[in-house]
């Protein structure tokens, strides 16, 4: 469970980037976050994965408030989410295989694991046949499949995908989205960022929507442009607030997802 709890964000310079914002997601939930350029979603993605810490409120995921969390911590939280960008991000010089190898090979995955995963993910996304290719020789969309690769690969709890199809034709991004679903519905929770509003529209899907760092919407199924009122989901019982200050956590074994 991933929990904001009265969130504030004033970046150093002043800006407030976020005011006051509550909601609550369960693993396995499909959620899109959208709001206009500077409406503060990348800084909610940024509060997720500790590159920024809340002025006030909490970020939760699980039992850990992740403001509080160890900077020798950080990478382990990490681990348990998988990133997507608008720009792909992928290492240019290394193969297809390479970029999703390295992903493995930073946690420490076993060499045996890595030869077996990475098919396997590769497979999930349509591009076996491309594992020597370098993202260079790819098509847009083919390169955002490798990031979903990338992202999947060490089974994480979250997938965090800011502005995904940014940078993809309508069908590419079709295509993307119906892959997320899938990995969605092996329990992955799924969280995408967007201001395409036709693609939130098509996907039925909880829809929270920031305007000027406010939260103003949260929807079980929503429209894009639908006007209604707030409805905040209710937070579940709380739990109590607890420091990832000791150990590591037990790594999940990986699941092999799709087969
Ligand atoms: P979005 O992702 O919805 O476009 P952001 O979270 O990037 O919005 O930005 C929210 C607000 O915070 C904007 O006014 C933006 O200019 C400001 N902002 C974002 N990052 C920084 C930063 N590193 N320093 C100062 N202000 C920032």
Same mark, same amino acid.
Not at 132 to 139: F, H, K, N, T, Y
């Given at each position: 469970m991933l929990e904001f709890r009265g969130v504030s964000m004033t970046y150093q310079t002043g800006t407030i980037a976020l005011k006051d914002v509550s909601f609550t997601i369960q693993d396995g939930e499909f959620v899109f976050i959208i709001g206009r350029s500077g409406a503060g979603k990348s800084t909610l993605i940024k509060l997720l994965t500790c590159e920024e810490r809340p002025t006030s409120g909490k970020v939760l995921i699980d039992r850990y408030d992740v403001a509080k969390i160890r900077r020798g911590l950080i990478p382990y939280l990490r681990r348990n989410i998988g990133m997507v960008f608008q720009d792909f991000r992928l290492i240019y010089t290394k193969t297809v295989y390479e970029n999703v190898a390295f992903a493995m090979e930073i946690v420490g995955a076993p060499r045996s694991t890595i030869r077996r995963r990475v098919p396997i993910v590769l497979s999930i996304v349509g591009l076996r046949d491309k594992s =020597?290719?370098? +993202? =260079? *020789? %790819? #098509?847009g969309g083919e390169q955002q499949r490798v990031a979903i690769a990338r992202a999947m690969v060490n089974n994480p709890m979250l997938i965090l995908a800011d *502005? +995904?199809? $940014?940078? %993809?034709?309508p069908t590419n991004s079709e295509t993307l989205m119906a892959l997320l679903e899938e990995i969605n519905h092996t329990g992955t929770t799924v969280i995408i960022c967007t201001h395409d509003r036709e693609l939130v529209d098509r996907m039925k899907k909880r829809v929270i929507e920031i305007d000027g760092g406010c939260l103003v919407r949260d929807d079980a199924i929503g429209l894009y442009g639908q006007s209604c009122p707030i409805r905040t989901r209710p937070s579940l019982k709380s739990e109590p607030d607890d420091e %990832? #200050? =000791? $150990?590591e956590p037990a790594g999940e074994p990986i699941r092999e997802v799709g087969t």
């Open positions: =020597g290719a370098r +993202p =260079g *020789e %790819l #098509s *502005e +995904p199809t $940014g940078n %993809l034709d %990832l #200050s =000791g $150990g």
